[in-house]
């Protein structure tokens, strides 16, 4: 985000860029009520909203953080050795957390422990 926003800046010096944190959930209404111009959000599950737009503009890696020395870390992680250990994901209203559950859910594993945290990137899917 501070790359894509001093990128903005430097093209745009004129324009004055405010953030606002909120559940990416409520954005696109926000966009489409014109409560707010834009929001850089996870793409929602379902796909985007009717009466918004979307466009990509970054792309992420959901990676599993593992202490040093538990494992190989050149040796591919599965979602269903991923299940086997607590998984610290997004919140439920996150589109990142709803990625996570269905890769999960597609791969036929559930995580035996979820516990809701801070962490930014949690499992790799294979």
């Known amino acids: ?5 001093g990128a903005y ?3 745009h010096p004129r324009v004055a860029v405010s953030l606002t944190g909120a559940s990416s959930p409520s954005l696109p209404a926000k966009v489409r009520d014109g409560e707010i111009d834009a929001a850089v959000i996870a793409e ?5 909203p009717a009466g918004v ?3 990509v503009l970054l792309e992420d890696r959901i990676v599993a953080v593992l202490p040093a020395g538990s494992r190989d870390a050149d040796r591919p992680m ?11 994901s997004y919140g439920p209203d996150s589109g990142v957390h709803a990625f996570i559950r269905d890769a999960f859910t597609a791969s036929a594993s ?3 422990d979820v ?4 962490c930014r990137r949690v499992v790799h899917p294979a």
């Open 9 to 11: 800046h430097r093209r």
């Open 44 to 48: 929602p599950p379902q796909g985007t």
């Open 78 to 88: 599965t979602l269903e050795e991923a299940a086997r250990s607590p998984v610290v």
């Open 53 to 55: 737009r979307s466009r």
């Open 110 to 112: 559930s995580p035996a």
């Open 1 to 5: 985000m501070p790359r894509l926003l």
């Open 115 to 118: 516990r809701q945290g801070c």
